[in-house]
């Protein structure tokens, strides 16, 4: 699902800023809460050859396609979102290096695992340079914080943080 707060046109501003590099930018999800105007407005600055758009809903098979033809995930995401995203789990269920914003879980998760890069949400500056370093050394990043994360997300072990935090004996 595309939608404002994830930042797509924070995104496409430090792309621009990138062009030098290579890089190829893919689009996927419905845009039903944005209007596909609103994407295409933003891309609109972006060569069209550098830009894949798919602006619909996908089946499970097709969603996960795409994360396992991806190299690098970004959740460029607004200072108003500061909570672990679905896109963030299938990242990491994929093995993919994440770019992820400071002050959110995703980005918090993205430093105690070692599975990507996180910069200041809304910092376009940030995100170049961010963009720059990725793109670099993307496939430096094969380690086995994705298999802790996917670990510690398991429902088991979930509900065994949710025991510790409110005590097996109070009635939860």
Known sequence: MIRYDKGLDILVSALKEILDLEWHLVIAGSAAQVGTKYVFDCIDALPTD???????????QERDDYFISSSIVCLPYRKTFIAQSVVMIDAMRFKKPVITTHDSENGFNTRKYGTGWSFESENIIELTDTLRQSLSYHTDIKNEGFEKFNFDHTPEAVGKKIMKIYGEDSGY
């Open 50 to 60: 550098r830009v894949t758009t798919e602006l619909r809903y996908f089946t499970n």
